[in-house]
């Protein structure tokens, strides 16, 4: 190779590193990330697309630099990721994401006091829990009685709980953890018709969302157990709003929340994933 001739594998190098750079950058920043990984991943994703932004710049320092033998294989492993996440594809079924996650595989169960908050909310202001009360805001509380988080949606004297979409998996794993004091209560919630599994009844059906622990590779719907009559004319994987009230019922020996349904409305698909940590 003649001195100031490009260094056409320190060019491939470059060119690959940056553009790996790039989607990650692009994932992390428009959110599309959270179609693969859950939002812990994000600030690792900011590294990583620093650290190749890094090693681009050290390779750009042998663009014109004499290299006699080429190895240019160790490119294409960079290129893949790319190819991956720019080739057209469909979001993950919700019919094929498994079995459904309850109360002792996905909520902990009743001794587990302490659930997982992805994000707690805080009230515009917090105040005592009476005022939390008023602003129609449900205080969590720890075992020991410490605020770990606030949800939405919360109306004690009316006897209702409409679940923001947002506060999901928040609100059934309080559902979980404590189904005596909300018996009786309205639930309003949406989710997919997910009814064609082992453990359901003929007349159970769960409006379900798909959890994401750690990666795509581990979705699993999760829900709360809905009693219906007509559950056969219910079509699987079509999203529905469900009002209906909560019983305490049993699964496997365990309380389990079950939502006696008196009304069902079609919903717009959501597309966003929950997330338990």
């Not at 033998?69 to 469909?90: D, Q, T």
């Not at 720890?142 to 939405?152: K, M, N, P």
């Not at 559950?231 to 309380?255: C, H, K, N, Y």
Request: with cysteine.
């Amino acid at each position: 190779m003649k001195r100031g001739a490009l260094n056409l594998q320190a060019a491939l190098e470059v060119i690959c590193l940056a553009a790996f750079s790039a989607v990650l950058l692009y994932l992390a920043l428009s959110g599309a990330y959270l179609y693969y990984v859950a939002p812990r991943v994000k600030p690792y994703l900011f590294f990583s697309a620093g650290a190749l932004l890094v090693c681009a710049m050290f390779s750009a320092t042998r663009l014109f630099r004499p290299q006699y033998r080429r190895r240019s294989a160790h490119c294409f492993l960079l290129a893949i990721p790319v190819l991956l996440v720019l080739l057209p594809h469909e979001q993950i079924s919700t019919v094929s994401s498994g079995g459904l996650l309850t109360g002792g595989s996905a909520f902990g169960g009743a001794d587990n006091q302490t659930p997982a908050i992805s994000s707690p909310l805080s009230p515009s202001s917090p105040g005592s829990s009476e005022s939390s009360v008023e602003d129609g805001i449900y205080t969590m509380e720890g075992a020991s009685g410490q605020v770990i988080g606030y949800l939405h949606g919360y109306d004690p004297e009316a006897r209702t709980v409409t679940v923001p979409d947002s506060e999901f998996y928040n609100w059934c794993s309080e559902l979980f953890l404590y189904p005596d004091r909300f018996e009786g209560f309205e639930i309003t919630m949406t989710g997919f018709v997910l009814k064609d599994i082992p453990s359901l009844n003929a007349d159970e059906f769960v409006p379900a969302r798909l959890m994401m622990s750690c990666c795509a590779a581990d979705l699993s719907p999760c829900g709360i157990v809905c009693k219906y009559d007509n559950v056969s004319a219910l079509a699987a994987d079509s999203w529905i709003t469900v009002t209906g009230t909560l019983q305490v019922g049993s699964f496997e020996g365990a309380p389990e929340p079950q939502i006696h349904v008196s009304s069902i409305e079609p919903a717009e698909e959501i597309t966003d994933y929950v997330y338990p940590y």
